[in-house]
């Protein structure tokens, strides 16, 4: 007995962190697009899910039939290849409805909600603000600058908005650069300042900045995509779920579609650091 | 009982001889009637005996009697033992019995022609406390055991013990681990007062150990499933940076588990960290923790006991669903003046305690501070800068005994905890509690407490800096009044009742300006008010040696009061935001709903004898008040919230059944036990669920079951050169969460395992004496490690590469494990000349994690840095490396 305790311990200890196995699971299908107010081809991307340790991280859908359709008119998308489909230049009208259908190979037609395209109030101005910060490589001092947006927030309805950041013309598009915004506690605040440190900038370097607005699906939607991709595995983490947007399979109900569709309007301005 | 009944042969045959007469012969009637009134007819008492004088015992009297053809019947048993001094010859029964009768007051009478004699024995009681000699603290669960036999009973939480027993005389043993037993013959004669001064057994300690209780406690007592923590010097286990814990010492007996370092909360029998109701003298503190859950808010130089009932809960006890942790903080010493302290890598602590009167009132007042202020990040990054964590306790007491019939106690506790959280914000948390109790003794069996309780839990966080900086706020506040009966019939029978009732103010959450440039609005959510009442009615029975029973009734309902706004929502579609069908505006003092609940308990103890027990309990509870939390490991950030019309309480049904043993003279205690519990309508949320200042939280919440079962083995050696124990639990808890409504099913609908669930659980926990002043421990954990969804596959959304799910939970971390060591160096305790040293210090040396195993918390699923556009899966360990930490005790 003793001798059996002994070596069932040793055998215990001796385990180390073995590879991990990932389990199987079923291939999805994830779809990602916007409809903006700004004049230009609207894109939608279409892929499939793929097994978490593969070399590639999507796999795209080259053979379906795409249209963005608003109460009136609709916008044929065509294929231009890595899964992305592109309509025509035009620009989305401000309270107006838009809807993606998108019909595949195998017969399948998936519709999006409609999502109604927001106006934004413009983006005012961009102030610069900073901090004393190490940088991570040297352990040099440095100083971070940061921008701090200002516009206006209408009072009579939930505004929801993302900013999104450019640095010398390159998007910032790392987890922890997704930057929402929920009127919430600052409506119908005037010249309503957001500061944005995580959006780092040195000396020299040029902001640009562009507000948009969003539904409340759409606002949710990448709460929840940031939170999977931010603090999942921390010791404050959330609990992993799946990223279930306003896209349904209208032929299998049962199957579930990932990812959104959605409808901004986008005001943008820039500043130099100097 | 055997009764003795002696007949006479002769007259029996005379009686027959009787009945065959008087059918053959009617002019022999007269004879025959002559006959028998001289066989049968007699008064028995005036038969003719010859006793001579002498001094007799009752017993040997009587069975002279029955010598003598007199028909009696008695129970020996019952007898007095008492002499009877017969100075002239008796000669009839009559003056026999009388004599007896006059002398010891055995009584007699006829029946049938049969003396049936009877001893009805005066009952007394004798009550009183044990109390250590030194310093006047009550001692809880102190035995006192009649006629070394089993029987007895046990000192209550007050130190008060109750026996009423026939008159006589006995040898009475009052015993206390640590402590030198005090051995009394006593002659029962009248109600007796005896207070008892125990004195301990080591030589030179002050402090008062409270190791475990009676040796026999856990075979003698009914309550299965109750542990209680040894605390205290005499058990120098390594903590997690030398800090002694309360909570940490619970984590290494079975039963209780944690989901990992960093994580607050203990889970219990597979229950949730808010199924515990954790009393601090009575008040009810709602978080109890301190750095990240590695230090709890009780400061363990001013506990007394700390009991954990996790199978077996009392009727007295209610309102969560796994367990209670009752936590009993000392008195101070009613004598004497002290002060003790410490101070260790995380904290500094100081301890005064004295009499305000001697042997009359007292106090004790503690205080702990955090030193050096850093953060796990900093501890793992080893960076010190910027004051990120810090926090302090403050405990007061003071004890006043107005009379032998009643005493008054005044007890607080006020903690609080900072803590950086993000870019700029700050969080405070912290717990505030008063309590008043009032003892009071109606008779020598009747003990009744009155208690009044005030408390707060605040958690608050501040930002200057975010979109209109703000402060936000959240509270509970309760204000509670109990009164609690205790009847000690006799030893076998003790009768408990009481009621309970608590007025809950919750503020879910205010959120208000940092100041008057900040832009954010106000945003107030109501507050909720609800009244949690309890009445309940328990009796502990002993109906023979070997068999004991303590079962009771429990009675429990919430109330919900206004000023409130209730929601009701569409019955047929899943509740939202979107599916609210009508607002009610509930006025002030209004109830708009009840809740309410039978909650029976029972507990079995069955004796084999002295030193095994069988014992099995079931338990129901109502739980009406919840932690609402969307991450993994509890965070000081999640929100309680009351039961209401929309979210229903949480109910328990608990089923455990043990075998106790106690083997060696009661040197190894050993028990092995297994439980199922069952719980209704637990609580989860909805993926991406949005908590923050929701006024309709029940928006975002699933409704569903769990289950949990186990077994739990656990021994331990409480004395000798090398003690220690070793606990294993089986274990598993599982959830399921199915609704007809597609977001609110979980896994489709089955069971899946908690987040805690932990099926092995392993500890080894030694403590060798080398010498008086060295003593060295070890703690080994072995743990398979947690619940854990892993990505089925990713995608890329916005740029980022995306993991996905399937079902929650389906796979584990690798198992943990972790050995810490001690070295307990105490100082000298005689000084040069000869005189004991007034200050009585030691210095604890612990090593945490020795062998410095990166255990892994959780994986992060994330985009690799070193080559983009892949995805790797990173484990994160929060104590990867080895932990040395000193820590200084004094008392003087």
Same mark, same amino acid.
Do not use: C
């Given at each position: 007995m003793k001798y059996l305790c002994l070596i069932s311990t040793v055998l215990l200890l001796s385990c180390g962190v073995s590879e991990i196995e990932l389990p199987?699971?079923? =291939?999805?299908?994830?779809?990602?697009?916007?409809?903006?107010?700004?004049?230009?081809?609207?894109?939608?991307?279409?892929?499939?899910?793929?097994?978490?340790?593969?070399?590639?991280?999507?796999? $795209?859908?080259?053979? $379906?039939?795409?249209?963005?359709?608003?109460?009136?008119?609709?916008?044929?998308?065509?294929?231009?290849?890595? @899964?992305?489909?592109?309509?025509?230049?035009? $620009?989305?009208?401000?309270?107006?409805?838009? =809807?993606?259908?998108?019909?595949?190979?195998?017969?399948?037609?998936?519709?999006?909600?409609?999502?109604?395209?927001?106006?934004?109030?413009?983006?005012?101005?961009?102030?610069?603000?900073?901090?004393?910060?190490?940088?991570?490589?040297?352990?040099?001092?440095?100083?971070?600058?940061?921008?701090?947006?200002?516009?206006?927030?209408?009072?009579?309805?939930?505004?929801?908005?993302?900013?999104?950041?450019?640095? #010398?013309?390159?998007?910032?598009?790392?987890? #922890?650069?997704?930057?929402?915004?929920?009127?919430?506690?600052?409506?119908?605040?005037?010249?309503?300042?957001?500061?944005?440190?995580?959006?780092?900038? $040195?000396?020299?370097?040029?902001?640009?900045?562009?507000?948009?607005?969003?539904?409340?699906? @759409?606002?949710?939607?990448l709460e929840l995509l940031k939170l999977q991709t931010t603090s999942l595995g921390s010791s404050s983490g959330t609990s992993p779920a799946t990223l279930i947007g306003n896209l349904k399979n209208v032929t299998n109900e049962n199957q579930i579609v990932l990812g959104f569709f959605g409808a901004s309007s986008v005001s943008a301005d820039s500043v130099l650091i100097n | 009982m055997p009764i003795k009944i002696t007949f006479a042969m002769k007259s029996r045959d005379e009686t027959l001889y009787f009945i065959a007469m008087k059918r053959r012969l009617t002019h022999f009637l007269f004879f025959s009637v002559f006959l028998s009134y001289l066989a049968v007819g007699q008064n028995p008492l005036q038969k003719e005996v010859h006793i001579e004088t002498g001094i007799y015992s009752v017993v040997s009297l009587l069975n002279l009697l029955s010598d003598q053809k007199i028909n009696l019947a008695y129970s020996s048993d019952l007898m007095p033992s008492d002499r009877v001094t017969v100075t002239s010859k008796l000669t009839t029964v009559n003056q026999v019995l009388k004599k007896i009768k006059n002398q010891t007051g055995v009584q007699f009478r006829l029946s049938d022609d049969i003396i049936l004699l009877s001893y009805q024995r005066k009952m007394y009681t004798l009550s009183g406390t044990i109390k250590d000699s030194q310093s006047g603290e009550a001692l809880i669960g102190a035995s006192i055991l009649i006629n070394s036999g089993t029987r007895g009973t046990v000192t209550n939480t007050y130190g008060f013990y109750s026996l009423t027993m026939p008159e006589g005389t006995y040898d009475l043993s009052f015993r206390f681990v640590g402590y030198r037993s005090s051995e009394q013959k006593l002659k029962l004669d009248q109600n007796i007062e005896y207070i008892v001064s125990l004195s301990e057994n080591t030589e030179v300690l002050d402090e008062v150990v409270v190791s475990s209780i009676a040796p026999d406690y856990n075979v003698q007592n009914t309550i299965p499933g109750i542990s209680r923590i040894s605390l205290g010097e005499d058990w120098p286990i390594p903590y997690f940076l030398g800090e002694e814990d309360i909570f940490q010492n619970a984590l290494l007996l079975p039963g209780i588990q944690s989901i990992g370092e960093d994580a607050s909360g203990l889970n219990i029998r597979g229950g949730a960290i808010d199924q515990n109701l954790i009393l601090l003298d009575g008040a009810p503190i709602y978080n109890p923790n301190h750095f990240y859950g590695l230090i709890s808010v009780f400061s363990p130089e001013v506990i007394n006991t700390v009991d954990i009932m996790k199978g077996y809960i009392p009727p007295q006890y209610g309102g969560r669903a796994s367990s209670v942790i009752n936590i009993v903080q000392k008195e101070g010493n009613n004598q004497e003046y002290h002060v003790s302290g410490g101070m260790g890598l995380v904290s500094g602590r100081l301890t005064a305690e004295g009499p305000i009167k001697k042997n009359e009132s007292s106090f004790l007042f503690s205080a702990r501070q955090s030193l050096l202020n850093f953060s796990i990040e900093d501890l793992v990054n080893e960076s010190l800068d910027d004051s990120r964590t810090s926090f302090r306790d403050f405990n007061a007491k003071i004890n006043w005994i107005v009379n032998n019939n009643n005493k008054i106690y005044l007890s607080g506790y006020y903690g609080q905890d900072r803590n950086r959280a993000g870019f700029d914000a700050i969080r405070k948390w912290g717990n505030k509690s008063m309590t008043l109790r009032w003892n009071h003794l109606f008779s020598p069996k009747i003990f009744s407490n009155f208690t009044a309780i005030v408390s707060e839990y605040t958690y608050q966080i501040s930002d200057p800096q975010e979109v209109g900086s703000f402060i936000g706020k959240s509270n509970i506040v309760n204000f509670a009044l109990k009164a609690d009966f205790g009847w000690v019939i006799n030893p076998a029978h003790t009768i408990d009742f009481g009621v309970h009732t608590i007025l809950h103010k919750l503020k879910p959450g205010e959120r208000i300006p940092f100041d008057e440039n900040a832009s954010t609005v106000e945003t107030i959510l109501?507050?909720?008010?609800?009244?949690?009442?309890?009445?309940?009615?328990?009796?502990?029975?002993?109906?023979?040696?070997?068999?004991?029973?303590?079962? +009771?009734?429990?009675?429990?309902?919430?109330?919900?009061? +206004?000023?409130?706004?209730?929601?009701?929502?569409?019955?047929?579609?899943?509740?939202?935001?979107?599916? *609210?069908?009508?607002?009610?505006?509930?006025?002030?003092?209004? *109830?708009h709903h009840r809740h309410g609940g039978w909650e029976p308990r029972i507990s079995l103890n069955y004796h084999f004898n002295e030193n095994n027990s069988i014992k099995a309990s079931y338990n129901k509870t109502y739980q009406y008040i919840h932690l609402i939390s969307n991450t993994v490991a509890p965070a000081p950030t999640d929100i309680w919230k009351l039961s209401d019309s929309n979210i229903k309480p949480t109910i328990s049904d608990h089923y455990s059944v043990g075998f106790y043993r106690n083997l060696r003279d009661n040197k190894l205690e050993a028990s092995l036990e297994f439980f199922y519990k069952k719980i209704q309508n637990v609580i989860d949320f909805k993926d991406g669920a949005d908590l923050l200042f929701n006024e309709n939280i029940e928006t975002e919440l699933l409704n569903g079951r769990g289950q949990s079962y186990g077994m739990e083995l656990f021994i331990k050696r409480n004395t000798g050169k090398i003690r220690g124990w070793l606990s294993y639990t089986l274990s598993r808890a599982e959830q399921k969460f199915q609704s007809r409504f597609s977001e609110l099913t979980i896994n489709n609908g089955s069971y899946f395992p908690s987040n805690f669930n932990k099926a092995h659980d392993i500890t080894l926990v030694g403590v060798l004496s080398v010498s008086p002043r060295v003593s060295l421990s070890s703690s080994f954990n072995y743990k398979t490690g947690r619940p854990i969804t892993l990505p089925v596959g990713k995608f890329i959304f916005d740029g980022k590469i995306v993991p996905n799910f399937e079902n929650r939970n389906q796979n584990r971390l690798p198992s943990y494990h972790r050995l810490d060591l001690s070295l307990k160096l105490a100082g000298q305790s005689i000084k040069k000349n000869g005189q004991i040293r007034r200050n009585h210090d030691y210095w604890l040396f612990s090593l945490y994690n020795v062998y410095a195993r990166k255990n892994i918390y959780s994986y992060f699923f994330r985009e690799s840095e070193l080559v983009p556009g892949t995805t790797e899966v990173l484990p994160y360990s929060i104590f990867g490396t080895i932990i040395p930490a000193v820590t200084y005790n004094f008392r003087f």
């Open positions: 199987d699971g079923t =291939q999805l299908l994830v779809v990602e697009g916007w409809v903006t107010n700004q004049e230009k081809q609207h894109w939608v991307k279409l892929s499939r899910t793929v097994p978490f340790d593969d070399n590639n991280s999507e796999l $795209a859908i080259e053979d $379906a039939v795409v249209s963005i359709n608003s109460e009136f008119i609709s916008y044929p998308l065509t294929y231009s290849g890595n @899964g992305i489909y592109l309509s025509d230049i035009f $620009a989305g009208i401000e309270s107006s409805n838009y =809807q993606l259908n998108i019909e595949l190979i195998t017969g399948d037609l998936i519709q999006s909600e409609w999502e109604q395209l927001y106006p934004v109030s413009p983006l005012e101005s961009i102030e610069v603000s900073f901090f004393d910060d190490q940088d991570p490589e040297t352990g040099e001092d440095i100083v971070v600058y940061y921008p701090v947006g200002i516009w206006d927030d209408p009072l009579e309805e939930t505004n929801y908005y993302r900013y999104i950041g450019y640095r #010398n013309d390159v998007l910032l598009n790392d987890p #922890n650069e997704l930057i929402l915004i929920n009127d919430q506690f600052v409506n119908g605040a005037d010249s309503l300042p957001h500061h944005m440190p995580e959006l780092r900038y $040195a000396l020299g370097d040029e902001i640009k900045l562009e507000l948009h607005s969003l539904s409340k699906s @759409g606002f949710d939607f | 109501d507050t909720e008010h609800a009244i949690e009442s309890s009445v309940y009615l328990s009796h502990m029975a002993e109906f023979s040696e070997k068999l004991s029973v303590q079962y +009771g009734i429990r009675l429990s309902s919430l109330l919900s009061i +206004g000023p409130s706004e209730v929601y009701t929502y569409d019955p047929n579609l899943s509740k939202s935001d979107a599916t *609210i069908t009508d607002t009610l505006n509930i006025f002030k003092r209004k *109830i």
